[in-house]
């Protein structure tokens, strides 16, 4: 079975280099029927394919599609067929190592539409495909061409305003998923996967492969790579070490019912039900004293041993500065009415 399908609508540069690519309905795993259509149609008869298609090559796409009984996306490369902006078909044979910019777009579509959760799509050698664009009130932007159509914008009597300056654009541009709120959409980036009925806060941030499973509260950041179990809650100003800023290949990732305080932060993953106290950050080799049931220390580890496990409460002695590890008695519940996202 092939891994993806879609049919995006894009910007390109003045060389005709793709810069960005916007797919409203892809496919995961798509039948092999809509493939051979989709094959028929560009010509391509094997391999991951992206082709820029004029507006003969949708329509009779459209049409196939229809007959096929694929009404959704007969009914999108029709309307494509009438874009005034480069239309392009990207079919995604395997999960391989992506060749061109559309079909990295797709497959950073496939994670913020939930299709496949973070760590499951090959984002190898992604960057290089991505490029560092200027994201404006009109759209993605070469930066070489910025100064032109900044001079256009003015003399037309407008502003263009540059939002950002990034390789990632915000996700909500793209997709905007079921159940959750993002108080400021410019801090989830496209390729972030949020769970029904997770709470993005102000402060709270999220990259690309990354992300929460269900229900949580994110005032904190969650970094390339990181996955928040269900019910857990990530206070202001905390901070997960991900893949990107020193977390090696150290997958780092927060259980059920966990809570990070504010300004706490992890370089390990966590099980379920754990608990980090506020300003207390942990990398994994943070020498931490483990306490019994009577807090009598019977150990010194190094965190990185205690990876993994559920049922821990990490703290720092108010009076000796050492951190301490104790069973969590604890567990984190959310507050249903406050954190309702429908």
Not at 236 to 264: D, E, H, P, Y
Not at 289 to 318: C, I, P, Y
């Amino acid at each position: 079975m092939s891994f993806a399908f879609g049919i995006g609508v894009g910007t390109q540069n003045q060389q005709n280099e793709w810069l960005e690519v916007f797919y409203q309905h892809p496919v995961h795993q798509p039948d092999p029927e809509l493939v051979r259509i989709v094959r028929d149609s560009t010509g391509e008869a094997e391999g991951n394919i992206a082709v820029k298609a004029d507006a003969n090559q949708l329509q009779a796409l459209a049409d196939s599609l229809e007959e096929a009984g694929y009404e959704d996306q007969a009914r999108l490369a029709d309307q494509t067929s009438e874009s005034s902006r480069p239309v392009v078909i990207t079919l995604l044979e395997t999960d391989e190592k992506s060749a061109t910019t559309p079909e990295v777009y797709l497959k950073l579509h496939l994670l913020s539409h939930r299709f496949v959760k973070p760590h499951g799509v090959n984002l190898e050698g992604i960057f290089p495909l991505l490029p560092n664009l200027a994201w404006t009130n009109e759209g993605a932007i070469d930066l070489a061409e910025l100064s032109q159509r900044q001079l256009h914008a003015r003399t037309a009597g407008g502003t263009l305003e540059v939002k950002s300056v990034d390789k990632f654009p915000p996700m909500t541009d793209y997709v905007v998923p079921s159940g959750v709120r993002i108080a400021d959409t410019a801090r989830v980036r496209l390729g972030a996967y949020i769970g029904e009925g997770t709470t993005v806060m102000h402060e709270g941030f999220v990259n690309f492969n990354a992300g929460t499973e269900g229900k949580s509260m994110i005032e904190g950041r969650i970094s390339a790579g990181v996955v928040v179990g269900e019910g857990s809650d990530l206070g202001g100003g905390c901070s997960t070490m991900g893949t990107l800023s020193g977390g090696g290949n150290i997958i780092i990732s927060v259980g059920k019912n966990c809570l990070l305080g504010a300004n706490a932060g992890i370089g390990i993953p966590l099980g379920d039900r754990c608990t980090v106290e506020a300003g207390l950050y942990i990398t994994s080799g943070t020498k931490v004293r483990v306490l019994d049931e009577s807090n009598e220390a019977v150990r010194t580890v190094k965190a990185r041993d205690l990876a993994g496990q559920s049922d821990l409460l990490f703290r720092r002695n108010s009076e000796t500065g050492a951190v301490e590890c104790k069973t969590n008695k604890s567990a984190v519940a959310l507050n249903e009415e406050l954190h309702a996202n429908n």
